[in-house]
């Protein structure tokens, strides 16, 4: 009989939490993508902050449509294609945001794509939330 770590459950959140807790991810992930992609600008605080509310809208209302959408090209590359619609939905966050600017779609997009996914999957392990440790095995 071998003993097994015991996990405590994770306590369950409201739904405003788990919202304020999103913003606050999205904040510090554009935060961290405009500080190291050159072509990511904000002018001050507020304007990355309407920005990271802006972005949350758009991943939750646009997004999803954009992927059932794609859903082939999904498929036939593996996933890569979900790079390139983070990528537009850094773009249309530029769009909407009137102070908030991605240069160009290469460069700054794609990188400052990947970067916002990195920075959202490492908050979302140390955040706390019932849906971080459920999707990555913990």
Known sequence: ?????????????????????????????????ARLVEGIRYDDLWTLALAAVVFGLVNHLVRPVLILLALPAVLLSLGLVLLLINALMLLL???VVPDFEVADFFWAAVLGAVIVWLVNMALHLVLPGERSRERFGR
């Not at 405590?8 to 993508?33: E, K, M």
Request: no cysteine; aromatic share 12%.
């Open 1 to 33: 009989m071998t003993a097994r770590a015991v996990i405590p459950a994770r306590p369950r959140y409201s739904r405003r939490v788990r919202i304020l807790i999103a913003l606050v991810s999205n904040f510090a992930a554009l935060w961290v993508a």
């Open 93 to 95: 966050t530029d769009w």
